[in-house]
T-cell receptor
Framework: EAGVTQFPSHSVIEKGQTVTLRCDPI?????LYWYRRVMGKEIKFLLH????????ESGMPNNRFLAERTGGTYSTLKVQPAELEDSGVYFC?????????????FGPGTRLTVT | GQSLEQPSEVTAVEGAIVQINCTYQ??????LSWYQQHDGGAPTFLSY????GLEETGRFSSFLSRSDSYGYLLLQELQMKDSASYFC?????????????FGAGTRLAVHP
C-alpha cells in the first residue's frame, strides 16, 4: 500500500510569488490534514478535511493560504502571495474512518523556502 | 492556551535505556500520542495513551498520568537506528474540533 505522498519535496520561491503544494493521501482515507513546522519548532495544525469538506480550518494563518480537496482525493495548499514567514516544512497526513483520528499517517513533507 | 514541553535533545549509547518526558497544559484532553521522525522523513505514529498507565510495544513503551498532565516515551535496548526526533502530541478537543497538538520534538542521538 502506497503511503502519503507530497509534491514537491522542496520549493524555493521569492517573496510575493505563488506556490502550490500537493498531497496524495493513502487510498481510501477520508481524513486529510495539513500541518506546518517552522524552524525546528512544534508541528502546527493548519486544517482538516473530511472527504472534500473542510472540517476544521482554525489553524490556517491567514487568507493568503487556500486549501482545496476536490473530489475528496488529493489536496492542494496554495500560498499566495508568499511571505518570508511562510518558510517551513509543510506536512500532510491522512487517517481512516469518518472522523478525526489520533493515529495519522504522514507524508515526508514539502520544505518551502521563501527568499 | 495549549502547550507541551519536552526536552530539545537527549543523548544515549547503544544498548541503553532512555526516557523522553512530555508535560502538557491543555483543555479538552483525551489522549497522548508519540511520533518518530527520522531526518528528512515522515513522522510515524508510535503509540497512543488514553488511560493512565504503561503501554508496551516491543522495545518502546509509553506512559501517561492524566492527574499529573505528564507522559513519557521509554526506549529500551537502544539501537543506532533509533536516532531520530520524537514528538509528543496531545489529542484534544479544542475550538469545537478534535485535533492533535504537537510538541517541538526531542532529538535523540544514539552513540556507539
Amino acid at each position: 500500500e502506497a503511503g502519503v505522498t507530497q509534491f514537491p519535496s522542496h520549493s524555493v520561491i521569492e517573496k510575493g510569488q505563488t506556490v502550490t503544494l500537493r498531497c496524495d493521501p493513502i487510498s481510501g482515507h477520508d481524513n486529510l490534514y495539513w500541518y506546518r513546522r517552522v524552524m525546528g519548532k512544534e508541528i502546527k495544525f493548519l486544517l482538516h478535511f473530511v472527504k472534500e469538506s473542510k472540517q476544521d480550518e482554525s489553524g490556517m494563518p491567514n487568507n493568503r493560504f487556500l486549501a482545496e480537496r476536490t473530489g475528496g482525493t488529493y489536496s492542494t495548499l496554495k500560498v499566495q502571495p508568499a511571505e518570508l514567514e511562510d518558510s517551513g516544512v509543510y506536512f500532510c497526513a491522512s487517517s481512516q474512518g469518518s472522523s478525526f483520528s489520533y493515529e495519522q499517517y504522514f507524508g515526508p513533507g514539502t520544505r518551502l523556502t521563501v527568499t | 492556551g495549549q502547550s507541551l514541553e519536552q526536552p530539545s535533545e537527549v543523548t544515549a549509547v547503544e544498548g541503553a535505556i532512555v526516557q523522553i518526558n512530555c508535560t502538557y497544559q491543555t483543555s479538552g484532553f483525551y489522549g497522548l500520542s508519540w511520533y518518530q521522525q527520522h531526518d528528512g522523513g515522515a513522522p510515524t505514529f508510535l503509540s497512543y495513551n488514553a488511560l493512565d498507565g504503561l503501554e508496551e510495544t516491543g522495545r518502546f513503551s509509553s506512559f501517561l498520568s492524566r492527574s499529573d498532565s505528564y507522559g513519557y516515551l521509554l526506549l529500551q535496548e537502544l539501537q543506532m537506528k533509533d536516532s531520530a526526533s520524537y514528538f509528543c502530541a496531545v489529542g484534544a478537543f479544542s475550538g469545537g474540533y478534535n485535533k492533535l497538538i504537537f510538541g517541538a520534538g526531542t532529538r535523540l542521538a544514539v552513540h556507539p
